[in-house]
């Protein structure tokens, strides 16, 4: 698992060099964030419960056919594994947002994730949007507890859309 000082380190030392000019600005730019991904990681941990919920909410007003009869979250059993994957979706995205590197995405999150859910037939495209309604409400959030530029919190979310939307096996 790498944070953002880490991955810059390892590709530095892979071909023998010293921190240059790029590498500084780099560093700054994840120092100067630190305390905006800080906040953002304390917001998502203090209303993770809410922003779960009231994002099922929405995406199955958005998509009800999930919810239906047929539908992959139809059942008790099942509505809850969707709402627990948006959890872990969340979690592991403050994460990401405090290391200011999706390492630990790819690590503890996505891998053999796309086979899994093709095999059981969850449906993709509503999964990411289930991540996105998550990343609007979090950077609404981040934005009223005066945070004037919360564009930092969309790469963890779109770091896992993308690669759940790569075409599958
Ligand atoms: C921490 C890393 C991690 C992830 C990401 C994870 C995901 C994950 N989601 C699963 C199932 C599932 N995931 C969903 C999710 C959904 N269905 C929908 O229609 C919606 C679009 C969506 C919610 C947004 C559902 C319904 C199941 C149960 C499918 C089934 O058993 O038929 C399964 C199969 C095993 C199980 O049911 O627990 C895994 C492994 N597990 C992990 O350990």
Do not use: W
Not at 18 to 36: F, I, Q, V
Not at 70 to 91: E, I, K, Q, V
Not at 142 to 155: L, Q, R
Request: a negative charge; aromatic letters at 8%.
């Amino acid at each position: 698992m790498r944070d953002a000082v880490t991955s810059l380190i390892k590709n530095y030392d892979v071909t023998g060099r010293y921190l240059d000019r790029n590498a500084m600005d780099s560093l700054k730019a994840y120092y100067e964030s630190g305390t905006a991904r800080i906040a953002a990681a304390a917001i998502i941990n203090a209303n993770s419960p809410d922003i779960v919920r009231k994002a099922g909410i929405q995406l199955f007003e958005e998509i009800p056919e999930l919810i239906r009869p047929g539908g992959n979250a139809y059942t008790t059993r099942r509505y809850s594994a969707c709402l627990r994957d948006m959890d872990y979706y969340l979690r592991y995205a403050s994460y990401a947002l405090v290391a200011g590197d999706p390492d630990v995405l790819d690590e503890r999150v996505l891998q053999g994730l796309r086979e899994t859910y093709n095999s059981l037939g969850v449906p993709i495209g509503p999964t990411v949007r289930g991540i996105q309604i998550m990343k609007e409400m979090i950077k609404e959030m981040v934005t009223e507890a005066g945070i004037n530029d919360p564009s930092f919190v969309d790469e963890p979310f779109d770091h896992m859309t993308r690669e759940l939307s790569e075409i599958s096996v």
